[in-house]
């Protein structure tokens, strides 16, 4: 374990090949949303040669669906949602320059395999910390797919947010490393 | 003879909508008490790290009234209506909804309930999932489950061979958790039922996850499964938020139920550590 490491979006390949799975980092500045339904839609969109709702060269996205924000809040709880389900895209966003990818539990070969040739790194946030994660958010906007309700497409501006590296560019893995350290069977 | 009781469903509706806000916002006493005791226990720096930050959570979510998860769940609802209740002014299967409608909005949950197919949301995270059992007395005692996607999505259900016993049924629970990994959510809650028929099972698995965690099995052949099986899952190293460590699991809960002579079904229900679930008797 390192200290921490401030990354601001939008990322170089530099930024991120010096990261190693384990690090702890804080992200601050603008990071976008998208879930499956989104993540369906922005593949769709590039296959079409059209343009995506947000710049993906450097791009950092978190898998998110918020709750509503009650009165005079940006937004309401906000952590990771399971990233698996965008495995089926992850690919064709990191192809186009999206560099990294904030969300909870495993990635596929294939995704990992992306990850190590198109320079991009997974950061886990805790899942189940929503009111926490929520207090990093400063802004939040609805930029895309407004019909998706919770699982529209936002722009968020973050402050200080708290992630773990799981997948680096050099096939690091901190859920096997994790567990393997404190496997007993 | 005994007299019956009315019970307005409108008093149901405002219980259930009652309920939902504090399920989503408070996290239950035992669950505080089982992670602040994994925190003091768990062997892993980073371990300890997420679980101080659980609790954090937990707080911050008590204070400014805001979900202790952004995935509210799905609405599960138990409801226990004694069979000298006479229900009145209305369709009971509509006053939960309503109650949901209602706790959903009020308290800016997450509503998460769409068409299988178009994805398109239902809007107001109905339809609820309705378990009603009718039991004697004249009370109507309701339970509000709120039920998040990650977890449940890593839960199964497996018909086995009775040829594979005991030690069958050990290793399809510990394949669940293994294969579940970081996803649902560590530390979880087990929630498993070993017996009964395909839905029976199921249901049964997700009726324990209403148990206290700091309580004792009546049924002591349960009891000593749950204790051998905790061992074993936390023997995985998987730990909190999967990041490696000791506290895989808070609690196992195990219930047996007799089964058809041909089959051994197996259903293990997997709940994340914000394990919500608030009740009331009207």
């Keep these: 374990m390192s200290e921490l490491i401030r990354l601001s979006p939008p990322l170089s390949e530099a930024d991120v090949i010096s990261l190693k799975a384990g690090d702890k980092v804080l992200v601050s500045g603008t990071i976008y949303t998208g879930r499956d339904a989104a993540h369906k839609r922005i593949v769709e969109t590039l296959a079409e040669g059209g343009t995506p709702p947000f710049p993906l060269e450097g791009a950092v996205i978190f898998y998110v669906g918020p709750s509503p924000p009650p009165p005079g809040r940006v937004i309401g709880a906000a952590g990771p949602t399971t990233s698996y389900r965008m495995d089926a895209y992850a690919p064709t966003l990191m192809e186009k320059g999206l560099r990294a990818m904030i969300g909870k539990g495993k990635r596929n070969d294939e995704v990992k395999q992306a990850m190590a040739k198109y320079k991009s790194v997974y950061l886990a946030a805790i899942g189940g910390a929503g009111a926490l994660m929520a207090r990093c958010i400063k802004e939040a906007e609805v930029i895309a797919y407004p019909e998706l309700g919770p699982e529209a497409v936002r722009r968020l501006v973050v402050e200080d947010m708290p992630l773990f590296v799981v997948n680096d560019v050099h096939g690091g893995d901190l859920y096997q490393q994790g567990r393997q350290a404190y496997a007993r069977r | 003879m005994s007299s019956v009781r009315t019970v307005e469903v409108s008093a149901i509706a405002d219980t259930v909508a009652r309920l939902c806000g504090e399920a989503d916002l408070y996290l239950p006493e035992d669950v505080r008490q089982a992670l602040t005791q994994a925190q003091a226990d768990e062997p892993s720096p980073v371990g300890r790290e997420v679980l101080e930050r659980l609790l954090e959570n937990a707080d911050i ?25 006479h229900l009145t002014g209305g369709d009971l299967s509509e006053a939960i909804n309503e109650g949901v409608r ?21 809007g107001d995270n109905t339809p609820a999932i309705i378990h009603t059992r009718i039991v004697p007395g004249d009370k109507v005692k309701l339970w509000v489950v709120p039920k998040g996607g990650g977890a449940e999505n890593m839960s199964k259900v497996y018909l086995l061979t009775p040829a594979v016993g005991l030690a069958g049924v050990k290793k399809a629970i510990m394949d669940t958790v293994e294969a579940a990994g970081p996803n649902p959510c560590p530390p979880v809650i087990l929630g498993v039922a070993v017996g009964g028929t395909f839905e029976q099972a199921a249901v049964a698995a997700k009726r324990t996850l209403l148990r206290k965690l700091d309580s004792v099995n009546p049924d002591p052949e349960a009891a000593v499964l749950e204790k051998e099986l905790l061992e074993e899952v936390n ?10 460590g000791g506290t895989t699991c808070l609690k196992v809960f195990v219930e047996l139920i007799p089964c058809h002579i041909a089959s051994l079904p197996v259903a293990v229900n997997m709940q994340c550590h914000a394990a919500r679930h608030k009740e009331a008797v009207l």
């Design chain 2, 235 to 244: 023997k995985l190293g998987i730990g909190p938020a999967g990041l490696g």
């Design chain 2, 61 to 85: 979510a008590a204070d400014e009234k805001m979900p202790i998860c952004q995935d509210c769940g799905l609405a599960i609802i138990f409801i226990d209506v004694g069979q000298d209740v």
């Design chain 2, 102 to 122: 209602r706790g959903y909005a009020e308290n800016y949950l997450r509503k998460s309930s769409c068409h299988p197919f178009s994805r398109v949301n239902t």
